[in-house]
């Protein structure tokens, strides 16, 4: 392996940018790894790690864009370069012809006073001024940026409350404002149901979910993940409610999210009791009998969310049907016929950090406990360099997985690679995966997993092993990505694909019973 | 106070994406007006400097 780095003074790009850049680099002939990136500390520091860059690299600074490197010979070097050189062009000559380019805010809006809406995804530690910018010119603001303070979140959504403006995160991924998706959000017809999150992936699930159901929504507003901390003090969850309480559209409110803190669940109950509409929260992970005496109807996972709140948009009884159990236990009966009896485990690897949530908790309480890197028993908890033990559930969006790389929703690689190694474990029965689908993400996430899927089946049974994969799609029909697509490159490629997460957990979790009974 | 909410509510999207621009050409491609601010680091990235010209700005 050689190793070549060449440094571009002065020139910046987003790290989306780079990083599909990389992506594309590194998939090509004789490539063994690369890189490209903007010269801060942080990213000098993964580059040296990977041994992309050394002692003898030309001077950097945090301006310049740094190109490193690792190909088996100097010719599939010069060819990865060539072609980085092609996408720089490419994206010159489209942002030549792109029809809207300006270079701060506040000539943004001057040119176009009747603009409204700000996305902001730069780097975090300018996302505070950025946002304060946008909030001081009228703009409601989508914060997509994280390691914001949670200073810097209470201060900007008090700023937003006072002027009635939306201020949605940070680490804000999905919102859907007047049927447009924005972030990582997708495609989901217009209908009567009105949402708030504080749960990305959560968001687009349900939404997912409520479309496929055949109704609709009115708006679907995250708030950030951190909104209902007791600090932040659901601020940004308190203006939501009211927006859509006041909204003569949404005739149903659903709400998402990890169990609120204790003041805030109570200042939400009040604000609740005065909501004339009906209301569904899922409060992931939390008791039931924190809605207890309120008007609040309960919904214990994603899936039980969205069709309460179909059902609720109908104007019927909010009682559930189990209808899909009998169709579980039969796939889990199937499967378990081709298992061997030492195959007792499960893997999921997630690239949606509340699919994950739902899946462990949906697993936990049919009897399967798992080991998992956003446990919330401590005692199951590990860290994403550790090798997987008996049923782990993997986050593949956390920090330790995105530090310095691209979103798994984006590029598949590390998903992959964890895919060949749990498939290769004699003790793992299951996979369990989700594909998520919409604007943001990758253009083909089944395209992208289908070869794994097949790789995975291959290096089981070459050893005399069935292994089974599960899978659900988070996609619309009218996604970039058409969700029947998806399921069906899924399906050829030797996958079980459920309507949704917890269906697919639930059938995770009826085979790991099963074979833990063998 | 969430009167400016309902009226965004009420009225056509227009969006300014301020930094990864897979985000404005996805705005685009659902046919919603947009611009794209092609944010660079103030002051070259030196935050410091950054933080004071911003502290300028607001004297």
């Known amino acids: 392996m050689i190793t070549k780095n060449q440094v571009r003074k002065n020139l910046y790009f987003d790290s989306v940018t ?3 850049a990389s992506s594309k680099m590194r998939e090509m002939p004789g490539i063994g790894n690369a890189a490209v990136m903007m010269g801060t500390d942080h990213n000098r520091a993964l580059m040296t790690a990977a041994g992309l860059i050394g002692p003898d690299t030309e001077p950097f600074g945090v301006n310049d864009t740094v190109v490193g490197i690792l190909a088996e010979s100097e010719s599939a070097a010069d060819a990865a370069i060539a072609y980085f050189d092609e996408f720089l062009n490419k994206k010159k000559s489209d942002t030549a012809s792109a029809e809207k380019r300006v270079k701060t805010l506040t000539a943004a809006k001057s040119g176009a006073p009747e603009s409204n809406f700000a996305v902001i995804s730069v780097p975090g530690r300018f996302a505070r001024a950025e946002a304060e910018k946008a909030l001081a010119l009228g703009y409601h603001v989508l914060l997509f940026s994280d390691n914001v303070s949670l200073q810097d979140e209470v201060e900007l959504k008090h700023i937003a409350v006072e002027k009635g403006l939306l201020m949605m995160g940070p680490d804000c991924g999905t919102t859907i404002i007047n049927g447009t998706a924005l972030g990582f959000a997708n495609v989901v017809r217009r209908g009567k149901i009105g949402l708030v999150a504080a749960a990305g992936t959560g968001l ?6 409520i479309d496929t159901l055949g109704e609709g929504i009115t708006q679907a507003l995250g708030t950030g993940g951190r909104d209902l901390k007791e600090e932040v ?8 409610l009211e927006a859509l309480q006041n909204d003569p559209d949404t005739e149903v409110i659903v709400i998402l999210s990890k169990p609120p803190a204790q003041s805030v669940m109570k200042k939400m109950l009040a604000q609740l009791e005065q909501v004339d509409k009906p209301v569904i929260a899922a409060f992931l992970g939390g008791d039931p009998a924190l809605l207890e005496g309120s008007r609040v109807a309960y919904a ?15 104007g019927r009884p909010l009682v559930l049907e189990d209808d899909s159990a009998a169709e579980i236990e039969e796939l889990a009966r199937r499967e378990c016929a081709l298992l061997g009896p030492e195959q007792k485990y499960l893997r999921g690897l997630y690239s949606g950090g509340t699919l994950c949530y739902e899946a462990m908790l949906l697993l936990e309480e049919l009897g399967v406990k798992s080991w998992s890197n956003i446990a919330i028993d401590k005692k199951y908890l590990i860290e994403g360099s550790e090798a997987s033990s008996e049923n782990t559930l993997l986050d593949m969006g956390e920090d330790f997985f995105t530090n310095g790389m691209p979103h798994p929703m984006i ?8 895919m060949e190694k749990e498939s290769a474990d004699p003790g793992v029965a299951v996979l369990l995966l989700d594909c998520v689908c919409g604007y943001g993400t990758h253009e083909d996430p089944a395209g992208e997993l289908a070869p794994a899927i097949r790789k995975a089946k291959k290096t089981a049974e070459e050893a005399g092993r069935h292994l089974t994969v599960i899978a659900s799609v988070t996609g619309t029909e009218t996604d970039p990505q058409p969700r ?6 899924l399906e050829e490629a030797g996958a079980i694909v459920l309507p949704c997460n917890a269906q697919a957990s639930k059938l995770a979790a009826a085979i790991i019973q099963r074979q833990s009974a063998r | 106070m969430a009167n400016q ?6 009225s056509q999207l227009w969006v300014a994406n301020v930094g990864v621009d897979v985000f404005y050409h996805a705005v685009l491609a659902q ?4 611009v794209q601010v092609d944010w660079r680091p103030p002051a070259g990235g030196d935050a410091r400097m950054a933080e004071i010209l911003a502290k300028l700005r607001d004297l």
Do not use: W, Y
């Not at chain 1, 003090?233 to 308190?238: A, K, R, S």
């Not at chain 1, 590029?411 to 964890?418: E, I």
């Not at chain 2, 046919?31 to 947009?34: D, E, L, N, Q, R």
């Open chain 1, 18 to 20: 780079l990083m599909v």
């Open chain 1, 204 to 209: 687009q699930e349900v939404t997912v979910l």
């Open chain 1, 233 to 240: 003090g659901g601020l940004m969850m308190t203006l939501c």
């Open chain 1, 300 to 314: 214990k996972d994603l899936e039980s969310a969205a069709r309460l709140g179909v059902l609720a948009a109908q």
């Open chain 1, 411 to 418: 590029d598949f690689r590390q998903r992959v690679d964890r």
């Open chain 1, 484 to 489: 029947s697509q998806q399921i069906r490159t």
């Open chain 2, 5 to 10: 909410v309902n009226r965004l509510f009420a």
């Open chain 2, 31 to 34: 046919h919603v007006p947009a």
